[in-house]
């Protein structure tokens, strides 16, 4: 059974009978291996997990499969039969609904997805101006503790222009960069109502893994399913 401390929560309901929750770096390590049959047993139901690899990709998907999507960042379904889950240190979870609950998805949102379109592809992909969404954009790395070179700040400039406002000079081609917001001024192109947590996986180390704090390779898990106990 889940404690208060096993995990985090958007404060905003996602959609009719949709449950989404992060688990914590505590609950991870002292509990369990993060296997898809512990996740099942948490959420009741079949749990699809993705090979993620900083891309652009998402999968429409109508059954649940026994391994993890290939090369895949990102999964929608409006089946009610299995959930969906992302894997994440420092990048953003992105988990969104339908209102009516009818469709869920979930984005591995790092820079290279971001600057990529990942968020532009599920927004046109899915035709979201046509149903309203409510989004979730969980904890990620801040921008007071997320410094990028060049490679980072000419590849979004060149893509968005507008994205610069997001990015804070330091000198000798250093740059604070925001992702959450740059997330979310991207998310705000749709119809999308969101709610985003503000806490940050770098500064938070008792709570949350960060592969920039201290070079992890654990990650936190995100789930969304549908709750279809009566």
Not at 91 to 104: K, Q, R, T, V, Y
Not at 152 to 178: M, R, T, Y
Request: glycine share 6%; charged share 25%.
């Amino acid at each position: 059974m889940l404690q208060a401390h096993d995990y985090v929560e958007p404060e905003l309901n996602l959609g009719k009978d949709v449950r989404c929750l992060m688990l914590t770096k505590e609950f991870l390590e002292n509990k369990t291996s993060g296997s898809i049959n512990f996740l099942s047993k948490i959420t009741g139901t079949p749990i699809q997990l993705m090979e993620q690899v900083h891309g652009v990709n998402i999968k429409t998907i109508s059954t649940c499969l026994s391994e993890p999507l290939e090369k895949t960042d990102g999964m929608f379904t409006k089946s009610k039969d299995f959930g969906l889950a992302v894997k994440t240190a420092d990048c953003i979870p992105l988990a969104l609904s339908s209102e009516d609950g009818s469709e869920i998805a979930i984005l591995h949102v790092g820079w290279k997805g971001l600057c990529g379109g990942i968020i532009e592809n599920f927004l046109t992909k899915y035709s979201i101006e046509k149903k309203k969404y409510n989004a979730w954009i969980g904890p990620c790395i801040s921008a007071d503790n997320y410094e990028v070179g060049k490679e980072v700040f000419d590849s979004f400039c060149q893509s968005d222009p507008i994205a610069e406002i997001n990015f804070k000079a330091l000198g000798k081609k250093k740059w604070k960069f925001d992702l959450r917001s740059e997330a979310t001024r991207r998310l705000s192109d749709g119809n999308v109502n969101i709610c985003s947590s503000e806490d940050c996986t770098f500064k938070e180390e008792g709570l949350y893994y960060s592969y920039r704090n201290n070079q992890s390779d654990r990650r936190m898990i995100t789930l969304i399913w549908r709750n279809n106990e009566e």
